[in-house]
């Protein structure tokens, strides 16, 4: 890789950012208004509902994310270019952000609708799993060690993780069965008899975390290409002087 | 030379090695000791349902075992460039794989049985004809755990933290075996048997072929250098 191409590149990540931040910002704003002004308050649970929506779309941009790792991962193992290496670490700790939103709102939400923190719930467990799974995936990346070799192994955890997650998804869900049932798990009739409104706020906030997730991504792979050409850079200059 | 001759003369070597220095044999059978024992002093099971408890702290210390024998086994390949070695060999990279994993499911079953055997005394578990069973069980957990921790150990003794790593990896990946492997030994402990438990049997089969088709899969990718 020449210094021009990086050039070109990283300026073609600039340039996508001076449209993508402007819409993203005003995405969030209408998010914003959709969750506090425009959806009704819930009639059970109050103001604490709105929380879902930020937590929903979360859960749906970790999965984005997550995805996005998983055919990163195949692409570097199948053409070995680097920019694929590139993606999925940017792609999987911006997911393992919205990952932990999820986890944080959750609880939160959680207390006041079902009063607990955590339930050992099938879909919380599984979301829990995947986060220690990419958590571990970035200690691998961070504590691997410089090389291209560690970039294969990120690679194959990427596909790993993910192909796992049927057999999570089954596990967990057979596991929790043969225990008492959580007090209120609402969340599957929820998407059928949900107010118009809500389902709106709901889109409104999908769209704005998957645009700060766009950026974020974008960021976070300026990022990793100046790391990178810094630390080629690095080497250049150890082996000259 | 035929992939078959590949594997069982990597499998050889590495069982020739191990007996002769006895070494992750010894240390995961005094571990997995180690472990019954520390949990057998934290939860007291004499109290509580076995069936519950037990089954639980057997596959803890069948998974924590497992860390210890893979790192080790893996380990003792980096010495003296033995893997750069085995990759000379004009070979299919994944004969590589299924001989590693062989020989590690070899390793484990040994130290299982003793393990199982010290489980049984120090329990009092009552295993009248549920051997077959459990041996079932145990067989599928077995080659999961090794099908999963070849492809994991691999990697991360090569890297910076080398034998760190395993745990922190293995562990989330093996959770859903956990589940499945406790749930059945808990019926089994329990004098049930396995009739209600096929769904977590057929459960650990996919796992056991989902880990060994894409440890197969990505094995040569881990060993280029």
Same mark, same amino acid.
């Given at each position: ?241 | ?41 934290? #939860? ?13 702290? /057997? ?36 004969? /590589?794989?299924?001989?590693?994993? /062989? ?15 010290? #489980?049984?005394? #120090? ?7 549920? #051997? ?94």
């Amino acid at each position: 890789m020449s210094a021009d191409q990086a050039d070109t590149r990283s300026s073609g990540g600039i340039d996508s950012l001076g449209t993508l931040v402007p819409i993203g910002f005003l995405a969030a704003l209408i998010a914003l208004w959709a969750a506090f002004l425009y959806a009704p308050t819930e009639r059970i649970e109050g103001n604490v509902q709105r929380i879902l929506y930020m937590h929903v779309p979360a859960a749906m941009t970790m999965y984005v994310a997550y995805s996005l790792v998983f055919l990163a991962s195949v692409m570097y193992l199948t053409r070995r270019d680097s920019r694929w290496d590139e993606l999925a670490a940017a792609s999987a700790e911006v997911g393992t952000v919205f990952a932990t939103t999820v986890l944080i709102t959750g609880p939160i939400w959680a207390k006041k609708a079902w009063g607990t923190y955590w339930v050992w719930d099938a879909r919380l467990t599984t979301t829990l799993l995947l986060w220690l799974i990419f958590c571990a995936y970035l200690m691998l990346r961070t504590y691997g060690g410089a090389g291209e070799h560690v970039a294969r192994y990120c690679a194959v955890v990427g596909i790993i993780g993910f192909a796992d997650l049927p057999i999570i998804h089954y596990s967990v869900q057979w596991w929790r069965t043969l225990h008492p049932e959580p007090k209120v798990m609402t969340q599957g009739s929820m998407g059928g008899g949900m107010e118009t409104s809500m389902f709106l706020a709901l889109a409104l906030g999908t769209v704005a975390a998957l645009m700060l997730f766009a950026v974020l991504l974008r960021l976070r792979l300026r990022l990793e290409r100046m790391e990178r050409r810094l630390e080629v850079a690095g080497q250049l200059l150890r082996s000259e002087g | 030379m035929s992939a078959a001759r590949h594997i069982a003369l990597i499998v050889a070597k590495d069982l020739r090695g191990e007996l002769r220095t006895k070494e992750a044999l010894t240390s995961t059978v005094f571990f997995s000791l180690l472990v019954l024992l520390v949990f057998n002093f934290a #939860f007291d099971p004499g109290t509580r349902d076995l069936s519950v408890v037990g089954a639980g702290i /057997l596959w803890i210390a069948f998974l924590f075992g497992s860390i210890l024998a893979m790192n080790r086994l893996m380990l003792d390949e980096r010495e003296d460039a033995r893997l750069e070695g085995l990759m000379l060999c004009p070979m299919e990279r994944t004969s /590589l794989y299924i001989a590693k994993c /062989l020989s590690m499911f070899l390793l484990l079953s040994a130290t299982e049985i003793v393990t199982l055997v010290l #489980f049984v005394v #120090f329990f009092n578990v009552p295993l009248d004809g549920q #051997f077959g069973a459990l041996a079932l069980v145990v067989v599928l957990g077995t080659i999961g755990l090794v099908a999963l921790g070849t492809t994991l150990a691999t990697m991360s003794v090569r890297t910076r933290t080398r034998e760190v790593m395993l745990p922190l990896l293995l562990i989330p990946f093996a959770v859903p075996l956990l589940i499945a492997c406790v749930e059945t030994t808990g019926s089994i402990l329990a004098g049930r048997g396995l009739a209600e438990e096929l769904h977590w049997l057929r459960l650990l089969i996919a796992f056991d072929a989902l880990f060994l088709a894409l440890g197969y899969l990505t094995f040569p990718a881990l060993l280029e250098e």
